[in-house]
């Protein structure tokens, strides 16, 4: 497949790097030559110098005979402009990156396709959807909704006072409500096994149904955090703006903004109900005069990662339980994770993960990106023939880096053991490696 990438910033250097992997035909675009040669030398791909509204680079960029086009750099009406050009050329699909949530709208839907660009993609708003869904439990890193919510996906770090630390998994008992699917211990990612354990410091990943959340809960030794009911968000970014708008109405929220003009913005995008204050988050003194010790949620969204870490840092020093940091350099992610700062929000990581889930050949319902491992959880559903009907799980032989988390029969979520047959029907969620998302295809056809 041949897959054309105009930008090379973040979400796009990340998308080619998991595409490189997949031994894809990827060929990136972009108008820095220092950009493309550093990805070029690291990375299985074709660098091209050039501007993605040329027809002149577009076609030396072979989109004429690409299966996907995907523009990405930071301008939205170049994004734009890059995709129709790319479907006149002759491209079989392409995606735009945006930074305007009315695009998103479903009557607009239509009128994109017919100029030739067949999907839009807003990082910032996805970003903002998995900050709601995450402070809705205080006690979590991570939660995915699968079926409507019939099956989850919840990251925990472990404490000491966690009743399933340090027993072999091989030992819980058979009738037990969840699946451990992996276990990230400092920088290694463990897909378990019968003999491994459960660590305290461990951050893991189980896979549910949402009636056992509360059970989920008391297992881990979480029944001290409070959920949520007020926030303050440091940085009135795009994220900021659209997650705001997300929290329920009973929930109290602050936005700080160091900008003067921006908190004027501010005040005419989101609702009347969130309180906008010009100032320096950092600022312990500001803090405490807006009551930190009595907030239930931090959420650093500023544009340096280092700052939001430290942010965090001094929110949870100030009382917060809950801490959230925008942290756009993946190196960064470990060491954050090892300050035990609390959850983190990786856009091109949720953007790269989305297009990624547009490549597969198979009709796969979602791709999620784990923040905290590298890993993708994916919903696949189950046709009449497919191959993973045919034999129990524990016969199908599936790709080392792979585990089936549960599975959505008839709307009801049900947790999956060796033994178990799936059947035509059926959606299966599965936690794997980004590299094996693609091997996966062939057990779905």
């Known amino acids: 497949m041949r897959i054309v990438i105009a930008g090379a910033g973040a979400v796009g250097t990340h ?13 990136l675009l972009d108008e820095s030559e220092e950009k493309l040669g550093k990805m070029e030398s690291l990375f299985d791909l074709q660098a091209i110098v050039g501007d993605p509204t040329k027809i002149s680079a577009l076609k030396s960029a072979g989109v004429d005979n690409a299966e996907l086009f995907v523009a990405v750099t930071p301008d939205e009406s170049r994004n734009i402009t890059a995709c129709i050009l790319a479907h ?11 930074d305007n949530y009315e695009y998103l709208q479903p009557k607009h839907k239509a009128y994109f396709e017919s100029l030739g660009v067949d999907t839009l993609i807003y990082p910032e708003q996805l970003a903002a959807e998995e900050i709601a869904t995450n402070i809705k439990y205080s006690w979590m890193r991570q939660m995915l909704e699968f079926g409507d919510g019939a099956l989850v996906m919840i990251g925990v770090k472990i404490r000491d006072n966690a009743t399933i630390k340090g027993i072999p998994l091989k030992d819980f008992p058979s009738d037990i409500p969840y699946h451990v699917v992996a276990i990230q211990r400092g920088d290694e990612t463990i897909i378990p096994r019968g003999n491994d354990m459960i660590m305290v410091n461990d951050l893991v990943c189980f896979m549910t149904t949402s009636d056992q959340i509360q059970y989920m809960r008391n297992i881990c030794g979480k029944e001290e955090f409070t959920e949520v009911n007020s926030i303050i968000i440091m940085g009135g970014s795009r994220i900021a703006v659209r997650t705001a708008n997300l929290i329920p109405d009973d929930v109290n929220v602050k936005i700080i903004e160091s900008d003067l003009n921006r908190c004027h913005k501010l005040l005419e995008l989101v609702d009347d109900r969130v309180m906008i204050i010009n100032g320096d988050a950092r600022d312990p003194e500001l803090l405490r ?21 430290l942010a965090c840092m001094a929110a949870k020093r100030g009382g917060v339980f809950r801490t959230i940091s925008e942290i756009e350099n993946i190196d960064y992610i470990s060491m954050a994770e090892s300050m035990d700062i609390g959850s983190v929000i990786n856009k091109k990581k949720i953007a790269a993960s989305t297009i990624f889930q547009m490549l597969l050949n198979t009709d796969v319902l979602s791709v999620k990106c784990l923040s905290f491992i590298q890993a993708v959880v994916a919903e696949f559903p189950v046709r009449e023939d497919s191959y993973i009907t045919r034999k129990p799980v524990k016969n199908l032989g599936l790709p080392e ?17 060796g033994n178990t047959m799936i059947q035509a029907g059926d959606h299966v969620v599965v936690f794997c490696r980004e590299h094996v998302l693609k091997k996966l295809e062939k057990y779905f056809k």
């Not at 998308?15 to 060929?27: C, G, I, P």
């Not at 959420?299 to 990662?305: C, E, T, Y």
């Not at 792979?402 to 029969?409: M, Q, S, T, V």
């Open 401 to 417: 880096g792979a585990n089936i988390g549960g599975l959505i029969r008839n709307g009801e979520g049900m947790n999956v053991t």
């Open 289 to 309: 005069s807006e009551g930190i010790d009595r907030t239930d949620a931090f959420i650093a969204l500023g544009d340096n990662s280092e700052t939001n870490i």
């Open 15 to 27: 998308l080619a790097k998991m595409l490189s992997v997949e031994n894809e035909n990827v060929v």
């Open 88 to 98: 006149y050329l002759g491209a079989k699909k392409t995606i735009a990156r945006i």
